[in-house]
């Protein structure tokens, strides 16, 4: 499985940007994506999955009602539109995979996806 994100840039605090995620060498129209942040020196979060199948929609507390997830899988592609955007989303943006489906109240870590792309970073100016 390869993942390949984009979209991230610096942008000031209260914009938007639109993060795309493209997947290759799986089929995309089963499992969970989802994007998580890392931001300088601290631990990967959660920021949103969705089911493949279905399109249940997950977010952390933190991005409910800024960002939304969403997904194409005629063109294998997950985006994450960010919006309202705050410096403390500063961050480098992951994608991830994984095969398995989970509840809706299901608490995300990065130990829940298998496969991860490269990062974009996104920079929000104060």
């Known amino acids: 499985v390869q993942l390949q994100a984009s979209g991230g840039g610096l942008v000031q605090a209260g914009g938007s940007l639109r993060l795309s995620c493209v997947v290759s060498?799986?089929?995309?129209?089963?499992?969970?994506m989802g994007w998580f942040l890392q931001a300088p020196g601290k631990e990967r979060q959660f920021v949103a999955a969705?089911?493949?199948?279905?399109?249940?929609?997950y977010y952390a507390d933190t991005v409910k009602g800024r960002f939304t997830i969403s997904r194409d899988n005629t063109k294998n592609t997950v985006w994450l539109q960010m919006s309202s955007l705050k410096p403390e989303d500063t961050a480098v943006y992951y994608c991830?995979?994984?095969?398995?489906?989970?509840?809706?109240?299901?608490?995300?870590?990065?130990?829940?996806?298998?496969?991860w792309g490269q990062g974009t970073l996104v920079t929000v100016s104060s």
């Open positions: 969705i089911r493949m199948i279905g399109g249940t929609t």
């Open positions: 991830a995979a994984s095969s398995r489906n989970f509840v809706l109240t299901y608490r995300f870590t990065h130990g829940d996806f298998p496969s």
């Open positions: 060498g799986r089929t995309a129209n089963s499992g969970t």
